[in-house]
Antibody, heavy 118, light 113 residues
């Protein structure tokens, strides 16, 4: 059974970089059948998929167009985890951020409330 | 992008009765390689992440009570909750994973009448 443990700061200043990590247990970030997603939720945007990373003989990434110029999702095989970096944040990036596995996403992190404020 | 539209936005149903939530996609979600629809349903309670109920439009996730069922194909889908229980009060979301960006419906709030 896959479990995901999120970590990272809950407060980020405008124009700075939001960084979150999702540690995986019960599966491998390098699995040839898995995908590792970041999703956020806010009252104004609802559930918004941000992007994913997955391994199929090589690493692939897909990103939402709305954040494509600012986002990086990286796997870390040495720690069996993956990370989210979102650059140049504004108050509109304030949301609960989740990591989740799969396509029908059966495992989710507990969520990190991130507030963008000075 | 595939737009997912749920109806209704909110729903009040008596205990023991049936709740029906609809989801319409702006594009077919039929995955040709397995002839299944790339459509999932989630339940979300306050302060919790979404919980997967149904995937491939009609396959119930392990541990989900059998009063939850999914149906539909192409671009029209339904989540049915039979014999509504108090613990089913939640917001329900559909999601397509046919293509990126993965997209969710706006949610349907289910309450007890």
């Amino acid at each position: 059974q896959v479990q995901l443990q999120q970590s990272g700061p809950g407060l980020v200043k405008p124009s700075q970089t939001l960084s979150l990590t999702c540690a995986i247990s019960g599966d491998s970030v390098s699995s040839n059948s898995a995908a590792w997603n970041w999703i956020r939720q806010s009252p104004s945007r609802g559930l918004e998929w941000l992007g994913r990373t997955y391994y199929r003989s090589k690493w692939y990434n897909d990103y939402a167009v709305s954040v494509k110029s600012r986002i990086t999702i990286n796997p870390d095989t040495s720690k069996n985890q993956f990370s989210l970096q979102l650059n140049s944040v504004t108050p509109e990036d304030t949301a609960v951020y989740y990591c989740a596995s799969g396509w029908g996403m059966r495992a989710w992190g507990k969520g990190t409330t991130v507030t963008v404020s000075s | 992008d595939i737009v997912m539209t749920q109806s209704p936005d909110s729903l009040a149903v008596s205990l023991g009765e049936r709740a029906t939530i609809n989801c319409k996609s702006s594009h077919s979600t039929l995955y040709n390689s397995n002839n299944k629809n790339s459509l999932a349903w989630y339940q979300q309670k306050p302060g919790q992440p979404p919980k997967l109920l149904i995937y491939w439009a009609s396959t119930r996730e392990s541990g989900v009570p059998d009063r939850f069922s999914g149906s539909g194909s192409g671009s029209d889908f339904t989540l049915t909750i039979n014999s509504l229980q108090a613990e089913d009060v939640a917001v329900y979301y559909c999601q397509q994973y046919y293509s990126v960006p993965i997209t969710f419906g706006q949610g349907t709030r289910l309450e007890i009448k």
